[in-house]
């Protein structure tokens, strides 16, 4: 059985909820664009967090679902990782990067899928 998006960005969220991300979002983006399924959207607080959540996610991913990250693009300066697994983008951001670019404002009329995890609003 084929592993969906929904599932990646099911275990990419929890693997970021695992390692204390902030305010997780997830967009179904099905229906607004051929890019991608999926944004999961979290922030983290410090350098060593964001180090964290990037390689837990891309782990878990990686054991959970069959699926290596296509490209992991933002390391260097931590404000803004973004983690390309094809079908769902994980943007991991520090909370003022996310405050100024709002994804979830510029992709405000996508759903927001409720992942059951604590720190999700929805």
Same mark, same amino acid.
């Given at each position: 059985m084929a592993i969906t998006p929904y599932e990646i960005a099911r275990v990419a969220s929890m693997a970021a909820d695992s390692k204390k991300a902030q305010d997780i979002v997830v967009l179904d983006l099905t229906a607004k664009t051929d890019v991608c399924d999926y944004f999961v959207i979290c922030s983290a607080t410090s350098n060593p967090q964001t180090d964290a959540i990037v390689d837990e996610v891309r782990e878990k991913v990686r /054991?959970?679902? %069959? =699926? /290596?990250?296509?490209? /992991? &693009? %933002? *390391? &260097?300066? *931590?404000?803004? !990782?973004?983690?390309? #697994?094809?079908? !769902? !983008? =994980?943007? !991991? #951001?520090?909370? &003022? /990067? *996310?405050? #100024?670019? *709002?994804l979830e404002k510029l992709w405000g009329d996508a759903p927001e899928v409720d992942m059951g995890l604590e720190d999700n609003p929805a």
């Open positions: /054991t959970n679902c %069959g =699926v /290596t990250a296509l490209s /992991t &693009e %933002g *390391r &260097e300066g *931590r404000n803004w !990782v973004l983690i390309d #697994f094809g079908s !769902v !983008v =994980v943007h !991991v #951001f520090k909370p &003022e /990067t *996310r405050d #100024f670019y *709002r």
